[in-house]
């Protein structure tokens, strides 16, 4: 089955950079698109960062420049590295595929100002 292990998070300053892992099973990796995704408190789960089977990505207008979205197809893993971080960008974080219903458990990161 599909199973979805975020690590990483953590408590970090503003401006300063943090980098998540994700380690999957039970996914089509190698052609699979991935992403990363949050969610801060009271509001939703939005797409952060996508990286699709040619290494291409694209990221939301507020993490542009800051963050990048790169994979290890041998090991199956996502990663995402978040510089200059701010405090809005504090929530929990998650990886999947596009169209995932199982999720993992997340990654706590909380940015103080």
């Known amino acids: 089955q599909v199973q979805l292990v975020e690590s990483g998070g953590g408590l970090v300053q503003a401006g300063g950079s943090l980098r998540l892992s994700c380690t999957t099973s039970g996914i089509d990796f190698g052609n699979k698109a991935m992403a990363w995704y949050r969610q801060a408190p009271g509001k939703q789960r939005d797409v952060v960062a996508i990286?699709?089977?040619?290494?291409?990505?694209h990221y939301v207008d507020a993490v542009k420049g800051r963050f990048t979205i790169s994979r290890d197809i041998g090991k199956k893993m996502v990663y995402l590295q978040m510089n200059s971080l701010r405090p809005e960008d504090t929530a929990i974080y998650y990886c999947n595929t596009l169209m995932g219903q199982t999720w993992g458990q997340g990654t706590q990161v909380t940015v103080s100002s």
């Open positions: 990286i699709n089977t040619e290494e291409h990505t």
